[in-house]
């Protein structure tokens, strides 16, 4: 009987060696800034109550009308694989009542997410994603810190090729003065019914419409910069002010609409100039309304979620990946079951002692063993066979330049992390 194999769902993203060494790079990068800014882990469940994204992500983003996956659990319950992290993030602060604890609460996450999305390059229906979230502080600093630690994240990569875009959505008096002429704008235009729906619920929505004709007309529509209260202008300017201090460029873009409608004052977003469609490696902002909405108390918050499948394909467009080239530090080769023992044995001592150490289990002929070892990408290798057992000796190989010296087996570690 032949079996038929069975492939991976359409369009989620995966990586097996030899590329999971880049992505897991990519990503250990890419939020290494926040660890060292203080940010703390939080480990969250990949489904939640189907409730908490319609409610929080918003019933007229494109996320919760037609991307999520949703489904009945075997109790009859809603549950839904999480779209994005920050809903519960939010859920959890307020479950676990780190909202009535020292603030800002600040935590950082990493994990897969899932939007039912068309697949292409780039864009995924399983995607990875890091993120961070500062909940309980209203101060235009911690925005301009959590836009510096994202743009550290792209630096470590060493992407160069990205801008960032920023705006500002004000304050709830803002955005309702302009929500009322956008509104009086959007009468006039002649729509169909989906689309003044949407509208109904959030005509921001409106300026990421792709359709060209939809585009045009709003080239005119006004814009909530325009806006802004003087309290809301002076955040923004002051934002801009700590940017501009950090050396770190940014370009206003007062269309700029995030996909997701829990956003208010500072939002951005991070664009890479090589990625052809789904060039958004990053993006985020404030969202001072999330918690009260899910049942909180009324703190204000902000953070990111950067695309680890994006960056790491801009790392590729960029050539610009550097993971340790070398999988193993040291391959032992031992030549018959004595042998083998005594390999297992320093195998661990010098794994102890944090040397990557493989051993060539196969007992296959020593010219075989030699390729297996070329091939393992180990920087060092050792054959251990009757001569250096009796002579307590091995010859240590640099695979970089074929550099061979005699080292007493005893002495092997100190060797090691000498040469390491
Ligand atoms: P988002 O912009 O929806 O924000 O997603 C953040 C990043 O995830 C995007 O910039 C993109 O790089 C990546 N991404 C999104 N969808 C896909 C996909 N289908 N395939 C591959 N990559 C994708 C959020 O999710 C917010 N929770 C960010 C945030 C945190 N805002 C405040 N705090």
């Given amino acids: 009987m032949k079996y038929e194999k069975i492939q991976a769902p359409k369009g989620v993203s995966e990586y097996a060696p030899p590329l999971s060494a880049a992505f897991e790079w990519v990503r250990e990068s890419l939020i290494a800034p926040a660890k060292l800014a203080g940010y703390q882990l939080i480990e969250l469940p990949v489904f939640e109550d189907t409730a908490l994204f319609s409610r929080g992500v918003g019933e007229s983003t494109d996320v919760v009308s037609k991307e999520m996956y949703t489904f009945e659990d075997r109790g009859g319950r809603s549950i ?43 864009r995924y229906r399983q995607f990875y994603q890091v993120g961070i979230e500062a909940i309980g502080l209203d101060d235009p600093a911690i925005d301009a810190e959590v836009i510096a630690i994202a743009d550290q994240g792209f630096k470590a990569i060493g992407l160069r090729n990205y801008r960032l875009e920023i705006t500002s959505l004000g304050d709830a008096n803002s955005r309702a003065a302009h929500r009322v002429d956008l509104l009086k704008f959007i009468a006039k235009l002649n729509l169909d019914e989906a689309t003044n729906s949407r509208a109904a619920i959030n005509p921001l929505r409106l300026f990421d419409d792709k359709r060209p004709e939809m585009q045009a007309a709003m080239q005119s529509a006004p814009l909530l910069l325009d806006y802004l209260s003087p309290e809301s202008l002076a955040n923004f300017a002051q934002v801009k002010k700590y940017l501009d201090q950090l050396g770190i460029s940014y370009q206003v873009n007062p269309r700029m ?79 018959g079951d004595d042998q083998k023992s005594l390999a297992l044995t320093l195998a661990a001592q010098l794994r102890g002692v944090g040397i990557r150490t493989e051993i060539a289990f196969g007992d296959r002929a020593l ?16 054959i251990i066979g009757d001569d250096e ?21 005893s002495e092997l570690q100190k060797a090691l992390i000498g040469a390491l």
């Fill in 80 to 122: 839904t694989l999480r779209p994005e992290g920050t809903a519960g993030v939010m859920r959890a602060v307020i479950e676990n009542g780190l909202d009535r604890g020292q603030l800002p609460v600040k935590v950082w996450y990493s994990g897969q997410f899932f939007r039912a999305e068309r697949p292409q390059a780039g």
């Fill in 257 to 335: 609409v995030r996909g997701l409608d829990y956003y208010t004052g500072t939002t951005f977003e991070f664009i890479h100039e090589d990625l052809g469609a789904q060039s958004g490696i990053g993006g985020g902002g404030r969202y001072d309304g999330l918690m009260e909405i899910l049942g909180g108390q009324s703190l204000s918050g902000i953070g990111f979620g950067l695309g680890v499948d994006r960056a790491l394909l801009a790392a590729q467009a960029e050539g610009v990946i550097s993971p340790d080239q070398f999988t193993s530090d040291l391959f032992i080769i031992p030549l």
């Fill in 367 to 382: 010219k075989g063993t030699m390729k297996a070892a070329d091939k393992s990408g180990s920087r060092y290798v050792v």
């Fill in 389 to 409: 057992v009796a002579s307590g000796s091995v010859e240590l190989k640099r695979m970089s330049d074929g550099t061979i010296t005699s080292v007493k087996i």
